[in-house]
């Protein structure tokens, strides 16, 4: 089935680990985006790519960094783990950011920093 | 700061009752998005509204964009167990590539 799919589900880390986060797309979607949702926070958006080998910082970037090599993927790296980071990070795509079926999003990846 | 607030944060209805969800913003919203999360999983796209006054339903689900497009609610007739999960509804910025959201509402229905 066409969609978003994010690997993995799950992920425990210690503080000071790296990690990076994969997002794949197979709907030829120029945009794709990177949030997390936090209780009581909503979904904040981290960073964004408007195409391929492009990227640009959303709201919360800061401990983050990511890549847009290929048009159907979208990598977040976290360079070294900290608690605050524990969280459920989900990635979208569509192909306009005011497209009117709205953005197509994964299943999310559940993180924990101990 | 968040600029769409949504009211209730949680909901307990009981099953066959019906229900308003609401989304307001200080601002005049380009696009307004609902979707619909459930427990552990991705969000689902349920409707976008875009011109004031509009209204759209998708089976007992109706949501409403007011005329000044600043409030929009979210309205489900004869509530079910399906129905329940979270809802959140997000908003475009001018001139910005990307949507931002509202801290989203908790709906339980009780069978």
């Known amino acids: 089935n066409a969609g978003v799919t994010q690997t993995p589900k799950f992920r425990v880390l210690k503080t000071g680990q790296s990690m990076t986060l994969l997002c794949a797309q197979d709907?030829?979607?120029?945009?794709m985006y990177w949030y997390r949702q936090d209780p009581g926070m909503g979904l904040r958006l981290i960073h964004y790519?408007?195409?391929?080998?492009?990227?640009a910082k959303g709201e919360v970037p800061d401990g983050y960094n990511v890549s847009r090599l290929k048009k159907q993927n979208f990598l977040l790296g976290l360079e070294s783990a900290a608690p605050s980071q524990t969280s459920v990070y989900f990635c979208?795509?569509?192909?306009?950011?005011?497209?009117?079926?709205?953005?197509?999003f994964g299943s999310g990846t559940r993180l924990t920093v101990v | 700061s968040q600029e769409l607030e949504q009211s209730p944060q949680s909901l307990i209805v009981q099953e066959g009752k019906n229900l308003t969800i609401n989304c307001t913003s200080s601002?005049?919203?380009?696009?307004l998005y609902w979707y619909k999360q459930k427990y552990g999983e991705g969000l689902i796209f349920l409707m976008m509204?875009?011109?004031?006054?509009e209204e759209k339903s998708h089976e007992k689900i109706t949501a409403k964009l007011d005329e000044k497009k600043q409030q929009s609610s979210l309205h489900i007739t004869a509530s079910q167990p399906s129905h329940a999960g979270i809802y959140l509804c997000?908003?475009?910025?001018?001139?910005?590539?990307?949507?931002?959201f509202g801290t989203g509402t908790r709906l339980t229905v009780i069978p």
């Open positions: 601002k005049t919203l380009y696009g």
């Open positions: 790519s408007v195409g391929e080998g492009t990227t």
């Open positions: 979208a795509s569509s192909y306009s950011p005011e497209a009117n079926y709205g953005y197509t």
């Open positions: 709907m030829n979607h120029e945009y």
């Open positions: 997000g908003a475009g910025r001018t001139g910005a590539n990307n949507l931002f």
């Open positions: 509204l875009q011109k004031g006054g």
